[in-house]
């Protein structure tokens, strides 16, 4: 069932187009997103990539006005990574576009299921956050 759900969630998803960034820098967006300023060699271990596959993901963002690099502070040859207000923006209004394709399905729903939804989706949220935020310290730790 999960595998099932999965799968039509992701065809929810492609209705509300990615265009015209591709999985991988929308990945970069959501994770610079919660990451303002951080570097590229960050950035790359965050999505267990090389920096320098990493730079052309940002290079394509940045071309699109997704992504600002601007000089670190601290040291002029390190650069930091920020989401442009353009980038901000498409984020904004990709979820807008996600959550009416989910909002069609939901209505459609008797009340009481997508009650119960709700309860296992708020248990299923805070389980993943906790996961994620576990894996994060465990490779911290190893670095």
Known sequence: MTSEAAELLEVLWGRAS?????ASQL???FILEH???I???TLAD????????TSRLCDRLQAVGFVERRAAIA?????????SRRGRAFLTDLRARREGALQSVLEQMPTPQRSA???????FCAAAAAQIHE????AARSA
């Open 46 to 53: 965050a999505l267990g990539s090389t920096p320098p596959s």
């Open 135 to 138: 894996d994060g310290e465990s």
């Open 18 to 22: 990615t265009a015209p960034v591709s």
């Open 35 to 37: 990451n303002e300023g």
């Open 117 to 123: 939804l709700l309860k296992g989706l708020e248990a």
């Open 39 to 41: 570097n590229l060699r």
């Open 75 to 83: 040291s002029r040859r390190e650069l930091e990574l920020y989401l």
């Open 27 to 29: 990945r970069v967006l």
